[in-house]
């Protein structure tokens, strides 16, 4: 069965740079979510999507910028990085009639190292 | 914002039922609660979810008491590639007035051993 696929897998950026995440949900899935997770921490919510509009918003920082297209796939970009940027950042999209944050499937993940 | 919490860890044998208690106060009204097993690297994996009583599936039940206040998970029979961290997600209210936050437990590290 196909599965959420989240590219690059690994990014390595500088200080100050951008970087954009990109992220395909299941097909047919309408919701689409992005997540934070330092080492050895939980995941933190950033926001989510549902029908290319923001549904939720988290804990992400205004440098941070998410949207979801008309073919449900979303992106997420980091300008101005820092250090405690680094991370894996995981999405994850639920089918449509699910309720918001309830049975999602997780991505692979992107893992974003800062130098 | 109040914290979703959980044990950090447990360690259970072969054969055992675990259960993973999380406490989630704040938890909205009208969210439902959901469980996932997390490996190291990899995105959380959908166990089970529910809105109040108990829940079974071909792979755990969960049982929530009528305050909604905390959520407890149950692996029966435990083996060990069981061993990975656990994680609640709920909504949670936020002081703030808007809608509510999806919120992860503070996660409980399983070691399952022989």
């Known amino acids: 069965a196909a599965g959420v696929i989240q590219s690059p897998r690994h990014l390595i950026k500088e200080k100050r740079e951008t970087a954009t995440l990109k992220c395909y949900p299941i097909?047919?899935?309408?919701?689409v979510y992005w997540y934070q997770q330092g080492p050895g921490q939980d995941p933190q919510f950033l926001i989510s999507?549902?029908?290319?509009?923001?549904?939720d918003k988290g804990s992400i920082p205004d440098r941070f910028s998410a949207q979801q297209f008309s073919d449900y796939h979303s992106e997420l970009n980091m300008s101005s990085l820092e250090l405690g940027d680094s991370a894996l950042y995981f999405c994850?999209?639920?089918?449509?009639?699910?309720?918001?944050?309830?049975?999602?499937?997780f991505g692979p993940g992107t893992r974003l190292t800062v130098l | 914002l109040a914290k979703t919490t959980q044990p950090i860890s447990m360690d259970s044998y072969e054969g055992q039922e675990v259960n993973i208690t999380c406490s989630h106060n704040?938890?909205?009204?009208?969210?439902?609660i959901t469980w996932y097993q997390q490996f190291p690297s990899q995105g959380p994996r959908f166990i089970i979810q529910?809105?109040?009583t108990k829940v079974t599936n071909e792979v755990a039940s969960l049982f929530i008491p009528a305050d909604r206040k905390s959520s407890t998970l149950s692996l029966p029979r435990v083996s060990l590639s069981d061993t990975a961290v656990y994680y609640c997600?709920?909504?949670?209210?936020?002081?703030?007035?808007?809608?509510?936050?999806?919120?992860f437990g503070s996660g409980t590290q399983l070691t399952v051993l022989p």
């Open positions: 994850a999209s639920s089918s449509p009639g699910t309720p918001l944050g309830h049975e999602q499937f």
């Open positions: 097909p047919r899935h309408d919701t």
């Open positions: 999507f549902y029908e290319k509009m923001q549904s």
């Open positions: 704040n938890i909205a009204t009208n969210d439902y």
């Open positions: 529910g809105y109040k």
């Open positions: 997600l709920v909504g949670v209210e936020i002081s703030s007035g808007s809608a509510r936050q999806l919120t």
